[in-house]
Nanobody
Framework: QVQLVESGGGLVQPGGSLRLSCAAS????????MGWYRQAPGKQRELVAG???????NYADSVKGRFTISRDNAKNTVYLQMNSLKPEDTAVYYC??????????????WGQGTQVTVSS
C-alpha cells in the first residue's frame, strides 16, 4: 500500500509564509510527477504546481513568483514553499503523485489534505 502524508498547513497573516510537505511511503518503485492542488469552499479543485522527477516545474498563474515547488527524490517528498500569502490562497491543499509500484500500473495517489488559512 502507498500513503501520502501532508504537513505544514495552518493559519498565517497576509504576506506571511508557509511550507507544505508531502511524503510518500510504501513499496514504491518510482515516482513521476508530484504536485499540489487546492480547493477553496464552493470552488473546484485546481492545480497549484507540479514537478517532474527531472525537476521541471509548472505553476498556476495565480501563484507564479510567490510559490516554489521542490522535491527530494531520495525521500519521496515534495514541498511547496508559499510566500507573500494572500487571503485568496485560503484552501485545503492536497498533494498527489504518479507512483509506480513493481508489477502494478502507474496510479495517481492523493494525500488527505491540509488546511491553509490566510487571515488577519
Amino acid at each position: 500500500q502507498v500513503q501520502l502524508v501532508e504537513s505544514g498547513g495552518g493559519l498565517v497573516q497576509p504576506g506571511g509564509s508557509l511550507r507544505l510537505s508531502c511524503a510518500a511511503s510504501g513499496r514504491i518503485f518510482s515516482i513521476n510527477v508530484m504536485g499540489w492542488y487546492r480547493q477553496a469552499p464552493g470552488k473546484q479543485r485546481e492545480l497549484v504546481a507540479g514537478i517532474t522527477s527531472g525537476g521541471s516545474t509548472n505553476y498556476a498563474d495565480s501563484v507564479k513568483g510567490r510559490f516554489t515547488i521542490s522535491r527530494d527524490n531520495a525521500k519521496n517528498t515534495v514541498y511547496l514553499q508559499m510566500n507573500s500569502l494572500k487571503p485568496e490562497d485560503t484552501a485545503v491543499y492536497y498533494c498527489n503523485s504518479e507512483i509506480r509500484r513493481v508489477g502494478v500500473p502507474t496510479i495517481v495517489y492523493w494525500g488527505q489534505g491540509t488546511q491553509v488559512t490566510v487571515s488577519s
